[in-house]
């Protein structure tokens, strides 16, 4: 694969550090949400959409894209701000979340276009990406990809292996796994819940291809993706292992699970979003809605 043109990789910085700043700005706004889960999505997310998937914004229901299926459905506010980023529909619409009638905490089909399938029960999402890639294989669609991102506290769920062992039965190499590897949990590390490893070895025991990448590296994340999709399929699905870590580009958030649901009051989020400035080389920009949200400070709670 040709390395990223540096225009390329500027396309993708930008990208990842909008997905973060909108993120933030939403959680806040609505008063809840997964920053943890979210941050450390927006490389992957920022590779995909603006470099790796085949897409069209304007139409988004086009039968030869590429479908993207967010297992952890928690991490929707990664997606949210992919979605608008790309031009789905307008950056406004973010601070509908969490509203009625706007965009859902989980993902949901009917709440805003590039919205593959519904989510919220963890472990299901891989299921879904196995009857759409099947569904793709019967139509005779060879060259749409069904990616999945599922979440490394979901690998202890065993529908997620129920589904790895029918897409590697079905042969279905049109479908690519990616473990968002960040290892923390709701409540403390995976490993302390219900350890995953060795995670590589075990999708490679099921029929899988297996990859791995530095999830927050854009190079490798493109690379690692170009690889999945041109040069594996081999008959075998296969699982991207992303190494990431929850909460990156905040410190206090950082392989905190304290940070896994969690909305941070007005002024921690202006504090947030100036720390992202400053770590990814962007003019700060504080927390846009401050005002607003003034009426609804006395609910947030502290860290």
């Not at 599922?150 to 790895?164: F, H, K, L, T, Y």
Request: net charge negative.
């Amino acid at each position: 694969m040709k390395t990223l043109t540096e225009q390329e990789r500027k396309t993708l910085h930008d990208a990842a550090y909008e997905i973060r700043r909108l993120s933030v700005e939403m959680i806040t706004y609505g008063m809840w949400g997964h920053i943890g889960g979210a941050f450390s999505l927006a490389e992957i997310l920022a590779v995909l959409y603006f470099h790796a998937m085949t897409v069209d914004p304007e139409n988004p229901a086009a039968e030869h894209r590429d479908r993207l299926i967010l297992s952890k459905a928690h991490g929707s506010p990664a997606l949210y701000a992919a979605l608008a980023a790309r031009g789905y529909y307008p950056t406004e619409k973010v601070y509908t979340y969490c509203e009625l009638g706007g965009l859902e905490g989980h993902t949901h089909i009917e709440s805003a276009p590039g919205i593959e399938a519904s989510g919220g029960p963890l472990g299901m999402g891989l299921s879904v990406a196995v009857g759409i890639a099947l569904g793709l294989r019967r139509k005779e669609n060879p060259r749409s990809r069904v990616f999945c991102i599922v979440g490394d506290g979901e690998c202890n769920e065993g529908n997620i292996w129920e589904a790895a062992m029918s897409a590697a039965h079905y042969h279905l190499d049109n479908i690519v796994t990616i473990v968002d590897y960040n290892k923390v949990m709701a409540k403390s590390f995976v490993w302390e819940s219900m350890s995953i490893e060795p995670i590589a070895d075990k999708w490679r025991a099921f029929g899988w291809n297996v990859l791995e990448c530095d999830g927050h590296d854009i190079e490798d994340v493109a690379a690692t993706l170009y690889t999945a999709r041109w040069i594996s399929p081999n008959g075998k699905p296969t699982a991207i292992i992303a190494h990431t870590v929850k909460g990156k580009g905040v410190e206090r958030a950082e392989f905190n699970y304290k940070w896994h649901t969690h909305a941070p009051d007005p002024k921690t989020a202006d504090e947030m979003l100036r720390e992202l400035a400053s770590r990814y080389g962007y003019e700060p920009i504080g927390y846009t809605k401050t005002a607003e949200s003034l009426e609804k400070e006395s609910f947030y709670g502290g860290e």
